[in-house]
């Protein structure tokens, strides 16, 4: 079965400065999509970032970069230059089997809660 | 991004009432919308697929009738709750399946409190 562990309940990081967010997958799939998205107070969920299981290079989408290391199986989402508004939890989600007709379907890891001081 | 509403934002209602929740995809045609059910400091937690034009496909433990998913158009889906019970109280998420990566693009989300 498909499993996502984030094992840091909680974070904190200095203004401006670089944080990262651990998860990792299991999965028996070969082909995979991995997601982060960020969930602010408000409750609404947005999609950070994006790395396919074939991908050769690591995702990057402006202050945020996935370090995928497939032979560990994680997929750690590094922040830079952090801001007082990425304060927020962050989840990272891993797509469904596709062999069981749930490619689309998302299985998130626990969330991490992220504060970021001045 | 892909820009997905709900509506209404939050309900409050008396135990035994129904509540209608809508989702729309307002700048794309989804023909695939997930309902999420999210308890205060966990995770989302999956309630079923929305395809449009047929019948929505429910995770395990989820209760069909008690969670009407109808997918009528390629830019909206709602999920009524039945006969909704203070048990009921969460916060509903849906989300739109994007084209490029197959990513989900959420809404803000309903806050239901079920008196």
């Known amino acids: 079965a498909q499993k996502i562990t984030q094992t840091q309940p909680g974070m904190f990081v200095q203004e401006k400065e670089a944080v990262t967010l651990d998860c990792t997958y299991d999965t028996s799939d070969p082909s995979y999509g991995l997601f982060w998205y960020k969930q602010p107070s408000s409750g609404e969920m947005i999609f950070l970032i994006y790395q396919g299981s074939y991908d050769q290079q690591n995702a990057t989408e402006g202050r945020y970069s996935l370090n995928f290391q497939k032979a560990r199986k994680s997929a750690n989402l590094v922040i830079s230059a952090s801001q007082l508004g990425d304060s927020a939890m962050y989840f990272c989600?891993?797509?469904?089997?596709?062999?069981?007709?749930?490619?689309?379907?998302?299985?998130f890891g626990a969330g991490t809660r992220l504060a970021v001081h001045p | 991004g892909a820009v997905v509403s709900q509506h209404p934002s939050r309900v409050i209602c008396k135990s035994g009432t129904s509540v209608k929740i809508e989702c729309r995809s307002l700048?794309?045609?989804?023909?695939?919308m997930f309902w999420y059910r999210q308890f205060p400091k966990q995770s989302l937690m999956l309630m079923a697929t929305s395809n449009e034009g047929s019948k929505a496909t429910y995770e395990q433990g989820v209760e069909k009738d008690k969670f009407l998913i109808n997918h009528a158009s390629l830019t909206l889906s709602t999920l009524t709750v039945t006969s909704a019970h203070p048990e009921d109280s969460s916060f509903y998420i849906c989300?739109?399946?994007?084209?490029?990566?197959?990513?989900?693009?959420f809404g803000p989300g309903t806050r239901l409190t079920v008196l």
């Open positions: 989300s739109a399946l994007g084209q490029e990566y197959n990513e989900q693009f």
């Open positions: 989600a891993m797509r469904g089997p596709r062999f069981s007709g749930g490619y689309n379907k998302l299985i």
């Open positions: 700048d794309f045609q989804a023909t695939t």
